[in-house]
């Protein structure tokens, strides 16, 4: 039974991993938990193996007696009951659950305990990769120490592999479903998020890896594991679940959205176009009695188009069956031009669905990375089989955005990326300076689809800074004069922001004021002499609509001034601008030295 642990060996994380014919994946499963860097204990939970497994398990239990224990069942058919047990026999803060074909990070469990700990978190979603097998990603955008269920989609993950504080579950007794072949990972999920106060995301470090088995073995691979009619039967216990916890409102409408999306209408895809009538009669009847019972207009008003029209099409298996058919058709395009006409940029292209003559309409749709929900519609013109959209970049804000073409049809609206499928003479248009923003065209390095970065966040803005002429002024400082272009073109004064001295060694910086002259030009009065001793590289930053962008100011050794010496409160100050060799940049070179210093260096 479980049991509380206080002090210095009290246990972190007790790792509860249900076991049943996996002997091929146990090593890699186990090693993967045992080189976690917390403290912890490991549940496995034997459900009646026969290949082996169980003697393989009592071998890591031997060989590590302190940190793995073994429990055996008679078969149970399911996940179910072996995690139940797992449960009764941790002891550890937190409960984190791993199926045995899957393995973790090595930093998972630090990380995710790490972020409990700070946050007071009671579950922790770290990140699931697949392998061979679909993972959650909508929940792993960014890292997030406190998210509730309505402002993100972590609720979109009802899966159990995640970080559980153990307490939460004795509490609320929460438990999985039992007898279950599918599901039962669910109904557990949907309780603890019910009752979680504060629930954290570790997005930025692959923790869980999910494994797809080559013999497809798993319960989730083998057929009938996602049957409609029988998915849609077990699913009415977690939304219930959830209604009892959740009052009528904003909330639960978010929520149900979810069970709409993943769990009903999804059975209205590809899995009713491969169903005979009788069972699409069947399907069809089933998600009828689930919007009977649970759909909204605040559920209504969160779905897809295709969605919306589901639901008015339910009596209707035509309809539905030409939906899917939509849905499930790949949309086909291709980039045949992209170019600058001012500053619009010009994209040409084809598209349409594979299986489907016509369409409704046709548009290019720009979404900001950062922000998926935020997009930039713009329609296209047809002439003949191609389509060109003129996308005012100027209208954008800073950030990232991507790309799309939707094709319209009966309604529905399907999006693909543009970029990957392109003809062979479309390039990458050269970055523009529209006004005092930088607009960055360019092709993502995994897959060749279009973007476009506003202000350079991950493209580098090409731009030169050259000096026209130096001179020393009173108080040691130095003047100069320069000339800066961005893109090929002069900014705008307003982006002119400062010269940055940047120190080589230590990486200290000093900022000097800078003052914007027109088509480009620009002056300084460089305080360098009061530079502390070092190295001094000289850069210009500008605002370009992104983070500041830095150039090294370019200069040649007969632009810049003669060093200069002086001396100043018992000390001989030196400074020695100068032009580095190759590529000839501004730096300077600062010394001080005491009287005593320079009789000692005359003395050697």
């Known amino acids: 039974m479980s049991a509380t642990g206080n002090g210095d060996d009290a246990v972190d994380v007790s790792v509860v991993i249900p076991a049943h014919n996996c002997r091929a994946y146990l090593d890699r499963c186990l090693t993967s938990v045992l080189v976690q860097r917390v403290k912890k204990e490991i549940v496995v939970v034997d459900d009646g193996s026969t290949d082996g497994s169980a003697e393989l398990l009592d071998l890591y239990a031997a060989y590590h007696k302190a940190s793995v224990k073994v429990v055996h069942i008679d078969g149970s058919g399911g996940a179910g009951r072996p995690r ?192 005979d009538d009788v069972r699409r009669k069947d399907i069809a009847r089933e998600v009828a009695a689930l919007c009977d019972e649970w759909y909204t207009p605040g559920v209504h008003e969160l779905l897809n188009s295709v969605d919306r029209q589901r639901v008015t099409a339910l009596d209707d298996l035509d309809r539905l069956v030409r939906l899917a058919r939509i849905e499930s058709a790949a949309v086909r395009r291709r980039l045949t031009g992209l170019c600058w006409d001012g500053d619009s940029l010009v994209v040409r292209g084809t598209a349409g669905l594979d299986g489907i003559s016509a369409d409704d309409g046709l548009a290019v749709v720009l979404r900001a990375r950062d922000e998926p929900a935020v997009e930039v519609v713009v329609p296209a013109e047809r002439k003949g089989g191609e389509f060109t959209a003129r996308v005012e970049v100027s209208a954008l804000g800073s950030g990232i955005w991507d790309l799309r073409v939707a094709v319209e049809i009966e309604g529905v609206v399907r999006l693909g990326r543009l970029g990957a499928e392109r003809d062979s003479g479309v390039n990458r248009p050269p970055p523009r300076l529209i006004g005092a923003v930088v607009a960055l065209p360019y092709f993502t390095r995994d897959n060749g689809n279009l973007s476009i970065d506003v202000g350079g966040h991950v493209v580098g803005v090409p731009g030169t800074v050259r000096l026209l002429g130096t001179r020393w002024a009173l108080g040691h400082r130095l003047i100069v004069d320069g000339e800066v272009s961005v893109a090929g073109a002069a900014p705008a004064g307003s982006a002119v922001r400062r010269v940055v001295w940047r120190e080589r060694r230590s990486g200290r910086e000093r900022f000097e004021r800078v003052v914007a002259l027109p088509s480009g030009g620009f002056v300084a009065r460089l305080g360098v002499g009061w530079l502390p001793p070092g190295t001094w590289d000289a850069y210009l930053e500008l605002d370009l609509g992104g983070p500041p962008a830095r150039f090294r100011i370019e200069t040649d050794a007969e632009t810049v001034a003669a060093p200069r010496r002086w001396w100043g409160a018992a000390l001989l100050r030196s400074v020695r601008p100068y032009a580095t060799s190759g590529k000839g940049r501004l730096s300077t070179v600062v010394r001080r030295l005491t009287a005593r210093t320079i009789i000692r260096r005359i003395l050697r």
């Open 84 to 275: 139940n047990i797992g449960i009764e026999h941790a002891s550890g803060r937190y409960v984190f659950f791993c199926d045995a074909d899957d393995y973790l990070g090595p930093e998972a469990l630090e990380r995710m305990v790490a972020m409990a700990d700070r946050n007071g978190s009671d579950i922790v979603l770290g990140k699931i990769v697949g392998h061979g097998r679909r993972a959650p990603v909508s929940m792993f955008q960014q890292s997030a120490d406190r998210v509730t269920l309505g402002d993100s989609n972590v609720y979109n993950s009802l899966c159990c592999f995640k970080l559980f504080r153990r307490d939460l579950l004795e509490r609320h007794r929460i438990r999985f479903g039992e007898g279950m072949l599918v599901g039962e990972d669910i109904l557990f999920t949907v309780h603890a998020y019910c009752h979680a106060g504060a629930i954290s995301v570790v997005a930025d470090y692959d923790c869980y890896h999910l494994v797809s088995r080559p013999d497809g073995s798993s319960i989730m691979q083998q057929r009938g594991s996602r049957d409609p009619l029988a998915w849609l039967a077990m699913i009415r216990a977690p939304i219930r679940l959830m209604a009892g916890h959740v009052e009528p409102g904003p909330l639960r409408d978010h929520l149900l959205r979810r069970h709409f999306r993943l769990d009903a209408f999804a059975q209205l895809g590809a899995v009713f176009l491969d169903s």
